[in-house]
């Protein structure tokens, strides 16, 4: 197993030095989902919402969470993010919006964490545009789906 790069050799938290690390281009993708009762969904899905674009919304929410990840945990590194995009998957018979982000840059570092905040966001968003008809909405599933670049290469998550 590897150790925590996140901890020196005397157990204190530190950012990770990527100066040496070669510049290679980076993908993350990441998704997680948002369930909701059935008068909620069709009210999203149809674009009925008082408030508006819900998912349009959303998507820009996303979107701004990627390029405001270093801001949020503390020891990412600020990235120059070269792609980000925010799709949305609709399930009528679960009541459920499935969020799915890919997240791009070259450089030394990965876009994971842009992508899972991305995700985390968007299905925040989701929540606060529509907690006033349907506070019982359950987020979750949020998790990697895969990544490629740099020394470790690539990954995909198990079916």
Known sequence: MNKLTHFDDNGQAHM??????AHTQRLA???????????????VEAG????????????????QAA??????????HPLTLTHVSVS?????????????VRAETTGPTG??????????????TIYDM??????GMVMG?????????GKSGEWKAGK
């Open 16 to 21: 990770v030095n990527v100066g040496e690390k």
């Open 29 to 43: 993708i990441a998704s997680g989902a948002i369930c909701m009762q059935a008068e909620t969904f069709a009210m």
């Open 48 to 63: 009925s919402h008082k408030k508006g674009d819900v998912l349009g919304i959303a998507r820009i929410a996303g979107i």
């Open 67 to 76: 390029k405001k990840t270093a801001d949020l945990i503390p020891l990412c």
């Open 88 to 100: 949305f998957e609709a399930d009528a018979k679960n009541h459920t919006i499935r969020c799915q």
């Open 111 to 124: 876009v994971e964490m842009e992508a899972l905040t991305a995700v985390q966001v968007a299905l925040l």
């Open 130 to 135: 529509c907690k006033a008809v349907d506070r």
């Open 141 to 149: 599933d949020v998790k990697l789906l895969e990544k490629s670049g």
